[in-house]
T-cell receptor, first 110, second 113 residues
């Protein structure tokens, strides 16, 4: 089993719709969780950290489920500019090494 | 101002050659990293340095040798390049080693022919 697994997609989303996807991780001792966004042929950039209590940043909501070992990302009112690959990132027990999932590709269409 | 910069952006070279990629960050961060992103888009850590000291060294062929002359710079030298080394190499930096956001450079697209 891979350390961090994501549905590669693509998720084809009509503009204005809501899309949600998950990421599972194998190491129950993982300390920190993040969502990064990567545009085509660009570097990854932090979208948001994921806190135990869940957190929201504008149209984006992230949740952590430690019991089932997954994190989720929900995007409301999708914009064309949300089209990107969303990378789930998990740190190890020591918190010093990021392990990236393979990414979930989201395509928002008019 | 560019936070994390890498040179060159593109590198095309033949098998067997030796090449270097340079990375610099002006964020005052203590920790720097090298990642490899292959054609399947998986991003995998190769090395990490904290204050010029190697702290992560993943299973990478010893043809890859990182060097950190100071905490703002982390270079990657690759000997005897192979076809399988073709990938995008990203440098990144973070404030510290544990749980901090990482800032990535624009990447170096290496093509070995």
């Amino acid at each position: 089993r891979k350390e961090v697994e994501q549905d590669p997609g693509p998720f084809n989303v009509p503009e204005g719709a809501t899309v949600a996807f998950n990421c599972t991780y194998s190491n129950s001792a993982s300390q920190s969780f993040f969502w990064y966004r990567q545009d085509c042929r660009k570097e990854p950039k932090l979208l948001m950290s994921v806190y135990s209590s869940g957190n929201e940043d504008g149209r984006f909501t992230a949740q952590l489920n430690r019991a089932s070992q997954y994190i989720s990302l929900l995007i409301r009112d999708s914009k064309l500019s949300d089209s990107a690959t969303y990378l789930c990132v998990v740190t190890g027990a020591a918190g010093n090494k990021l392990t990236f999932g393979g990414g979930t590709r989201v395509l928002v269409k008019p | 101002d560019t936070a994390v910069s890498q040179t060159p952006k593109y590198l095309v070279t033949q098998m067997g050659n030796d090449k270097s990629i340079k990375c610099e960050q002006n964020l005052g961060h203590d920790t720097m990293y090298w990642y490899k992103q292959d054609s399947k888009k998986f991003l995998k850590i190769m090395f990490s340095y904290n204050n010029k000291e190697l702290i992560i060294n993943e299973t990478v062929p010893n043809r890859f040798s990182p060097k950190s002359p100071d905490k703002a710079h982390l270079n990657l030298h690759i000997n005897s390049l192979e076809l399988g080394d073709s990938a995008v190499y990203f440098c990144a930096s973070s404030l510290g080693t544990s749980g901090y956001e990482q800032y990535f450079g624009p990447g170096t697209r290496l093509t070995v022919t």
